[in-house]
Nanobody, 123 residues
Framework: QVQLQESGPGLVKPSQTLSLTCTVS??????????WNWIRQPPGKGLEWMGV???????DLSPSLKRRTSISRDTSKNQFSLQLSSVTPEDTAIYFC???????????????WGQGTQVTVSS
């Protein structure tokens, strides 16, 4: 069973950088059978995919957030992280980390989610 746990500050001031970490257990973030995502849900809105880091360490980022987003990893700790710069109150959301399970090159339809962490951007 793969488990994911988000951690980071719950309150960030406007113009600062939001940093979150996802700690993974039950699978290695270098395992080719998984891709590791950050997803958020602003209040009253749907889920928004932010980006993914693959087993190789290569990242793909949402075009709408690409200028402000980076995803990195620490393989020694089996963690991957999100940095979102120049935040505004519109970045207030519940932030989730997620693992997509692959079979070969195809998505299996199975995924795992962290419980989510509320981040509020406010002065």
């Amino acid at each position: 069973q793969v488990q994911l746990q988000e951690s980071g500050p719950g309150l960030v001031k406007p113009s600062q950088t939001l940093s979150l970490t996802c700690t993974v257990s039950g699978a290695s973030i270098t395992d080719r059978n998984y891709a590791w995502n950050w997803i958020r849900q602003p209040p009253g809105k749907g889920l928004e995919w932010m980006g993914v880091i693959h087993d190789s360490g290569v990242t793909d980022l949402s075009p709408s957030l690409k200028r402000r987003t980076s995803i990195s990893r620490d393989t020694s700790k089996n963690q991957f992280s999100l940095q979102l710069s120049s935040v505004t109150p519109e970045d207030t959301a519940i932030y989730f980390c997620n693992a997509d399970v692959y079979i070969g090159l195809g998505f299996s339809g199975k995924d795992y989610w962290g419980q989510g962490t509320q981040v509020t951007v406010s002065s």
